[in-house]
């Protein structure tokens, strides 16, 4: 206690010895807002796309290979009408054989090698709203401050970009407000050329993402 006491007065003296300087400040504000509306999001199959074993006599040499199609049901359920957007991260970032955010990996081989990369293409035609018989698709590259013209193209969920639909064609104001969508994806792969790749041993396709819903 005594060398607190002691040592306060100490530092008042070399604080009052020091001539006044004038502070310079900035305000940090932290803002957002909880919504009482909630999607969840769910995935046919329980999200599992399964090549089965793929003979390594089965794969290009010196390019690519490309596994058949697959197809995925994906399902947004809301408890009231929201707007949102749809977006995917991937898990093994880093282990696409392309750079590009509409591209996720496979994974590496034994060696560090990129195993290859798949994406995943939502069809506005094979997608249902609500009672709505007929949809759009539309995409903002601005985190969601502007929104490409609505039409019925197929769109590659990215990493990035949002992904969004509205029951308004050419529309720019981005997705309406939705409870229930169920959409037929597009699943496609491409195994890394076979020179490219260390097939000594089993070398399994390790895909994942996370299919992320954003409210707008």
Avoid at 28 to 44: D, E, F
Avoid at 157 to 180: C, H, M, R
């Amino acid at each position: 206690m005594h060398k607190h006491c002691l040592a306060l007065p100490a530092l008042l003296l070399l604080v009052s010895a020091q001539p006044a300087l004038a502070a310079s400040t900035v305000d940090l504000s932290v803002k957002g807002q909880v919504t009482p509306k909630a999607c969840t999001p769910l995935l046919s199959s329980g999200g599992m796309i399964d090549y089965g074993k793929i003979s390594q006599h089965d794969l290009n040499l010196d390019k690519g290979t490309r596994l058949p199609i697959k197809q995925l049901q994906v399902r947004i359920g809301c408890n009231a009408p929201a707007r949102f957007a749809l977006r995917m991260r991937d898990n093994r970032i880093g282990s696409a054989t392309v750079n590009n955010e509409i591209y996720y990996g496979l994974g590496f081989d034994n060696s560090g090698n990129r195993i290859g990369l798949y994406s995943m293409t939502f069809d506005p035609r094979k997608t249902l709203v609500d009672s709505t018989s007929l949809i759009y698709g539309t995409e903002s590259t601005t985190g969601g401050l502007a929104w490409r013209t609505a039409n019925l193209n197929t769109i590659e969920i990215g990493a990035n970009s949002y992904l969004g639909f509205t029951e308004t064609k050419d529309s720019v104001a981005g997705p309406s407000a939705i409870q229930v969508l169920i959409s037929t994806v597009k699943v496609e792969a491409v195994i890394n050329a076979r020179q490219n790749l260390d097939l000594s041993t089993d070398t399994p396709l390790d895909g994942s993402a996370t299919l992320e819903v954003l409210y707008l």
